[in-house]
Each structure stands twice: as C-alpha cells, then as structure tokens.
C-alpha cells in the first residue's frame, strides 16, 4: 500500500479522525488521547500505531512520556492529492457544461 493509500485509509475511520482532530490542537499522550473514548488503551494504541505507519503523526520521548505529535505533511499530501481531483473534475465539468450549451445552441438554431 502506498503512503497516499494509506493515509486515507487512516483517515477513513472516526476515531482516527478523531485523534488528529485533537492532536491538531498539540501533543497529547496516549492517556490524553483515549480519555474521550470507550476504548481500553491497547485499542487507542493500535489506532495510534496506524497513523504513525502511514506518516500522520509521530512521537517523541519526554522523560519517561511519549507524546504524540502530528505531522501536517502527512494531512498537506492527502489535501494536495484532493484538490488536484477537484480541479481536473472541474475542468471536465467545465467542458461538458461547454458541450451542452453547443447542443442547445445547435438546436435552436435549426
């Protein structure tokens, strides 16, 4: 699975989603991080374990904490990767819209 791939498959589930909305807020520990869920800590961690894999977030040592941290790159990539969809969909839609106009004009002219 690519990175790209792997992002949105990250992203694809609330909980995740979840995180990093929090950790867009700053770092936050594993504890911090679960307090909001009905979810033992293995299950938070697994979670965590996903969006490190993909490149979301990282974590670094604080003397005996490992904070989490997100990386923006990760999410700039997933934005970068949508706004190139949205412009090449609205290219297209564009020209159909163009192709449309053609016919009725073609129509009414006839």
Partial sequence: MNQLDATFTALA???RRAIIARLATGDATVNELAAPFDMTLPGISKHLKVLERCGL??????????PCH?????LDRAADWIEEARRVWAERFD???QHLRD???EAASE
């Fill in 13 to 15: 589930d609330p909980t």
């Fill in 57 to 66: 977030i990282s974590r670094t040592r604080r003397a005996q904490f490992r």
């Fill in 70 to 74: 997100l990386e923006w790159q990760g």
């Fill in 95 to 97: 020209q159909l819209d």
């Fill in 103 to 105: 016919i009725q004009r």
